[in-house]
């Protein structure tokens, strides 16, 4: 592993707002390329990259005036960039510089998104996937144990799970089965405590013996 040359090219990527862009030859920059580089800084246990105040200082201007995050200031808040803002505070070990009023909002923003399931926007029908990246932003915030596990469950395992020719977990109700709200539905369930699945290390959204195998 090349972890100089990674570590260079990760720093050329963080503009001057204190988001990431994806790649150096220009594109979108936002919350989930911030996640992404807090993430491989995290692994690589090597914060050189990263102007961490720049950082949390973007995360804090995605804040709207509902108490969610949006990927960009000024944006929707959206369950995706919650997660992204609130875990990548946490690997920087930096969720305390949010003030209580601003956590309690963010909290509150994603207790009011379960009607069951999660949704990912306001006035969006639930969505499998959810449940993990707003369950998973509550948990970050240590109030998992607050949310309704059985309605979530209900959802995940009575609407979403597809019991006809095959396996797996739909997006939503009638919908077909996909890999991605497979894994995410796995995720919240694992998070929830169902009996023979492995642990999930919630800030980085893998397995936990992965993560302890692999000295992350």
Not at 52 to 61: C, E, Q, T, V
Not at 70 to 92: K, Q
């Amino acid at each position: 592993l090349n972890k100089t040359s990674l570590l260079l090219g990760l720093k050329k990527l963080q503009q001057s707002n204190g988001s990431f862009s994806a790649t150096i030859d220009g594109s979108e920059s936002d919350m989930r390329f911030l996640y992404c580089a807090c993430a491989i800084s995290y692994i690589l246990n090597d914060w050189s990259s990263v102007n961490i105040n720049l950082a949390i200082s973007y995360i804090r201007s995605c804040i709207s005036y509902d108490g969610g995050l949006s990927l960009s200031p000024g944006l929707e808040s959206h369950g995706g960039s919650c997660y992204c803002g609130i875990a990548s505070l946490v690997l920087m070990n930096k969720l305390n510089d949010l003030s209580t009023d601003e956590i309690n909002h963010i909290k509150d923003w994603c207790f009011n998104k379960q009607i069951g399931g999660y949704q990912g926007r306001t006035n969006k029908d639930p969505d499998s996937c959810y449940s993990f990246w707003i369950g998973g932003t509550i948990s970050l915030l240590n109030d998992f144990e607050l949310t309704d596990y059985k309605s979530t469950r209900q959802f995940i395992l009575n609407d979403c799970q597809y019991l006809e020719s095959f396996g797996g977990f739909c997006k939503t109700p009638d919908s077909y089965p996909d890999l991605l709200h497979t894994f995410y539905s796995l995720s919240w369930l694992s998070m929830e405590g169902i009996e023979d699945l492995n642990s999930i290390d919630v800030k980085l959204g893998i397995c936990l013996h992965s993560s302890i195998n692999n000295n992350v």
